[in-house]
């Protein structure tokens, strides 16, 4: 056959439509949604909030029956409550912080901090997202880094000292 031929695609074989996420009312209707089925033994909310306070998302760990865990992600839009990231830049988990700040790997780790008396901060998506987060909150402080004692945990601190450096600390 010479010259051009066009042909169609089959429907199924064409490239889904992007649905817009389902909405929920509250902060609880979208972690029971993303918990739906969740083997889990145990769950943590952590909420986090912009400088100014308002909410900007929250990350959901289960700690699952073997042991193992896994996390769930959940966005706060103009609209409500959706399941998946929040946008970037992604606010820092903890407090305003001025003075000495701890920056570590996880709300667990942050958590673990503050019950010692002592500010920590974290950002959301684990050890591959640091560079997703506006860390300008810790801009001014005395900032210490205690990474996670793994490969994942050095790169992730690394990351987070290139962020650093990027706002000039």
């Known amino acids: 056959v010479t010259g051009v031929q066009t ?38 909310t952590y909420v986090y909030s912009h400088d100014g306070g308002e909410v900007a998302g929250a990350v959901v760990r289960l700690d699952l029956r073997d042991g193992g865990k896994e996390f769930r992600q959940l966005a706060a839009t103009e609209r409500g409550w959706v399941i998946g990231a929040m946008p970037e830049p992604r606010p820092l988990y903890g407090r305003s912080i001025e003075g ?38 810790i801009r001014d402080c005395d900032i210490c880094l205690i990474p996670d004692n793994d490969a994942p945990g050095e790169r992730y601190m690394l990351d987070v000292m290139d962020c650093l450096r990027d706002l000039g600390v």
Do not use: F, M
């Open 100 to 137: 000495s700040v701890y920056v570590v790997e996880g709300e667990t780790c942050v958590e673990a901090i503050r019950r010692l008396g002592l500010e920590a901060v974290t950002s959301s998506g684990g050890s591959n997202a640091a560079r997703r987060s506006d860390w300008r909150r």
């Open 7 to 44: 042909c169609a695609l089959p429907i199924s074989a064409r490239r889904p439509t992007q649905r817009k996420p389902r909405t929920y009312a509250t902060l609880e209707d979208a972690r029971n949604a993303a918990l739906y089925r969740a083997p889990a033994a145990k769950v943590h």
